[in-house]
């Protein structure tokens, strides 16, 4: 089964920062939009942000100002540069990407925990 490759995630002070990446393996052809989620312990997975292959990003507003998503086309990477964590923040963050075709693809999961 074909899955993307996070890394980044940890433990951090609130306040502090971290940037998590995630790589599609060069074998999913055709992705448009790359994104992160997040899931909380007993709580739905929520989009973090998106961007589209051109460039275009759709942020959700508890994250706007703190939270930036950024890609490499050529390497198939999407990041997310993330500062002024909040306790709030803390979950298990999900890379996907979802290709022309309708298929998405999810990675396993990377552990963000903000300390108070």
């Known amino acids: 089964q074909v899955q993307l490759v996070e890394s980044g995630g940890g433990l951090v002070q609130a306040g502090g920062s971290l940037r998590l990446s995630c790589a599609a393996p060069?074998?999913?052809?055709?992705?448009?939009?790359m994104g992160w989620y997040r899931q909380a312990p007993g709580n739905q997975r929520d989009l973090v942000a998106t961007?589209?292959?051109?460039?275009?990003?759709d942020t959700a507003d508890s994250v706007k100002g703190r939270f930036t998503i950024s890609r490499d086309n050529a390497k198939n990477t999407v990041y997310l540069q993330m500062n002024s964590l909040k306790p709030e923040d803390t979950a298990v963050y999900y890379c996907?990407?979802?290709?022309?075709?309708?298929?998405?693809?999810w990675g396993p999961g990377t552990q963000v925990t903000v300390s108070s």
């Open positions: 996907a990407a979802r290709t022309m075709f309708g298929r998405t693809f």
């Open positions: 060069i074998n999913i052809f055709g992705i448009s939009t």
């Open positions: 961007i589209a292959t051109g460039g275009v990003t």
